[in-house]
C-alpha cells in the first residue's frame, strides 16, 4: 500500500495546454455542478472524458464503464478505485503537460463520486450515448502493415514480451509524419515499440515471422546503441506517434516490432496493425540519444538509485522519451536542469509497474537550453514485498535479460531548434 499513499500526497495536476492539443472536439465539459451528484450530469461527463479511452466495449479495460447501468454495477469498487487514485492508471506527471489522453481525478471529482455512491447512484436525466472512437483516430492511414504470423496470445501465465520482423514493404524509401498502432485483441496487449532493424539481426532470428522471446529489451537487435531508430511506441490511453512533429524517414527493409502481452485467461488473436501517415515534408533532424547502464548489482533488501545524464550541447527540443526498466524498478524520474540551475519534471513515474508502461510524447517539444542537462534517476526495491519476489526470499539482481534480471535505459527523442 505504501506506494499508493504517497502517490495520495502528491499535488493534483491539470495542465490546460496539452488539453488543447489531446482532447477530441467533441468531448464536453464537465458541467459545473449545483445540486446533488447524478449519473448523467457529473459522473457520465467526467468518465468520458477520463475513462472511456479503454473502458469502452471491446476497449483495452475489463469492462465497459460506458451506461448507467455499467457504472452502478461497479459503483462501490469505482468508489474505491478513485479514493486511492489507481484509476486512471496514470502513476506519472509531467511539469510539461499531459503525456497521456486522461489526466488523474481531481479532489473535486473523487468527492462526487464518493457522494454520488452514497446517495444511492442516482441517474438524472436520460442522455445521450457518445458514439464509438473512430479506428482510427488520425483519420484513414497511408498504409497499415500487419504481423505476418503470430501465434496466439497465451491464455494463462505472466505478461511477457515477443519481438516480430515485419517487412517494410511500400513504406520502404518514404517519409512518416505519425503511426498509429491497433491490436486485434485489445485487453490482450499493452505496449508496442516500432523500430526499424538497421543492422538486419532480428530479422535473421525470426525469420518466419512468427515472433521470438525477447524478455529484455530490443536495444541489442537495433544497431547504433546510442540512435536506436525507434519509429514509435504505443501504450492504451496514450495518443498516437509524431503528428506533431517533423517526419522521420523508413530506411530499413524491415521493421522490428515488440509487443508486451497480457495473458488475459484465453488464447486471443496476437495481431498487430501499424497504420503509417506519410508526407513529403523534408525529413526532421530529430534522433534518439540513448544511455543505459549494464554495471549494477542490487542487493537482497537493497533499494539503489541509478543515475545517468545527457548533456545539452546546442539549443534543442525534446520531442519524447522512452525508459527501460523491470519488474525491480520501483521509480523513474528525469529531471530538466536548466543552465541557471532551475529543475522541471520532464517525467515522473512514481510507481513504476512493468505492465503499464506508458508511450511518453509530449504534447509540445519541450526547450532544451544550450547547457542544460536531462538527468535519470531509476530507483530499484530488491526488498522481500517488491514485485518480483513476492515474499520468496530477495537474491542478488544483476542487469540482463529474463525475469530475475533487471535493466536501466533511457532514450530521448531530441530535435534541433527551427
Ligand atoms: C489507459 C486505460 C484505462 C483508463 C484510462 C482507465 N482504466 Fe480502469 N482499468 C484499465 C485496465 C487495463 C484495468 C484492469 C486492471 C489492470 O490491468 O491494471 C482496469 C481496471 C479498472 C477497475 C477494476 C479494478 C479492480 O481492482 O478490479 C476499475 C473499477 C476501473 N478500472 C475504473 C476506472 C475509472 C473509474 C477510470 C476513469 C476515472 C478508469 N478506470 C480509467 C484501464 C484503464
Redesign the pocket.
Known amino acids: 500500500m505504501r506506494p499508493i499513499l504517497a502517490l495520495l500526497a502528491l499535488p493534483v495536476l491539470a495542465y490546460g495546454l496539452s488539453r488543447q492539443q489531446h482532447t477530441p472536439p467533441d468531448r464536453p465539459a464537465p458541467v459545473k455542478r449545483t445540486g446533488d451528484p447524478t449519473f448523467s450530469a457529473d459522473i457520465a461527463p467526467m468518465?468520458r472524458q477520463?475513462?472511456l479511452?479503454?473502458?469502452v466495449e471491446s476497449g483495452?479495460?475489463?469492462f465497459p464503464?460506458v451506461t448507467y447501468t455499467d457504472v452502478m454495477k461497479?459503483a462501490s469498487?469505482?468508489r474505491t478505485?478513485?479514493m486511492i487514485r489507481s484509476?486512471?492508471?496514470t502513476h506519472m506527471h509531467s511539469d510539461f503537460g499531459t503525456i497521456a489522453l486522461?489526466e488523474a481525478?481531481t479532489d473535486e471529482e473523487v468527492v462526487t463520486i464518493q457522494e454520488w455512491v452514497r446517495l444511492g447512484t442516482p441517474e438524472g436525466p436520460k442522455i445521450e450515448l457518445p458514439p464509438p472512437a473512430p479506428v482510427w483516430s488520425l483519420g484513414e492511414p497511408d498504409l497499415v502493415l500487419k504481423l505476418p504470423k503470430p501465434k496466439p496470445v497465451k491464455a494463462e501465465g505472466l505478461a511477457y514480451w515477443r519481438a516480430y520482423t515485419l517487412p517494410s514493404g511500400a513504406a520502404l524509401g518514404r517519409r512518416i509524419r505519425a503511426v498509429d498502432v491497433r491490436p486485434l485483441a485489445p485487453k490482450a496487449v499493452r505496449h508496442v515499440l516500432v523500430a526499424q532493424d538497421a543492422v538486419g539481426q532480428l530479422a535473421r532470428r525470426d525469420r518466419s515471422g512468427a515472433g521470438i522471446d525477447t524478455y529484455g529489451s530490443l536495444r541489442p537487435y537495433l544497431g547504433d546503441p546510442t540512435n536506436l531508430n525507434i519509429l514509435a511506441t504505443w501504450a492504451?490511453?496514450y495518443p498516437p506517434w509524431f503528428p506533431r512533429m517533423a517526419s522521420a524517414e523508413v530506411t530499413a527493409k524491415d521493421l522490428a516490432v515488440q509487443v508486451l502481452y497480457q495473458p488475459t485467461g484465453k488464447p486471443e488473436d496476437a495481431g498487430i496493425e501499424i497504420a503509417l501517415y506519410f508526407t513529403t515534408e523534408p525529413p526532421s533532424k530529430a534522433r534518439w540519444v540513448s544511455r543505459t547502464r549494464t554495471d549494477f548489482l542490487i542487493p537482497p533488501e537493497g533499494t539503489p538509485t541509478l543515475t545517468e545524464t545527457v548533456e545539452i550541447e546546442e539549443d534543442s527540443l525534446l520531442f519524447g522519451l522512452y525508459p527501460e526498466a523491470r519488474l525491480f524498478c520501483s521509480q523513474i524520474v528525469v529531471d530538466l536542469i536548466l543552465p541557471e540551475g532551475g529543475r522541471k519534471i520532464a517525467l515522473g513515474i512514481y510507481k513504476w509497474n512493468p505492465?503499464w508502461i506508458g508511450s511518453y510524447l509530449f504534447p509540445t517539444p519541450i526547450g532544451l537550453p544550450k547547457g542544460s542537462r536531462l538527468r535519470a534517476e531509476f530507483t530499484y526495491d530488491n526488498g522481500k514485498h517488491s514485485g518480483r519476489n513476492e515474499g520468496r526470499t530477495p537474491v542478488p539482481v544483476k542487469f540482463g535479460n529474463g525475469a530475475d534480471r533487471e535493466m536501466m535505459g533511457i532514450a530521448y527523442l531530441i530535435g534541433t531548434v527551427g
Open positions: 468518465f477520463k475513462c479511452s479503454c473502458h483495452h479495460a475489463p464503464l461497479r469498487l469505482v478505485i478513485a484509476m486512471p492508471p486522461q481525478l492504451p490511453g505492465i
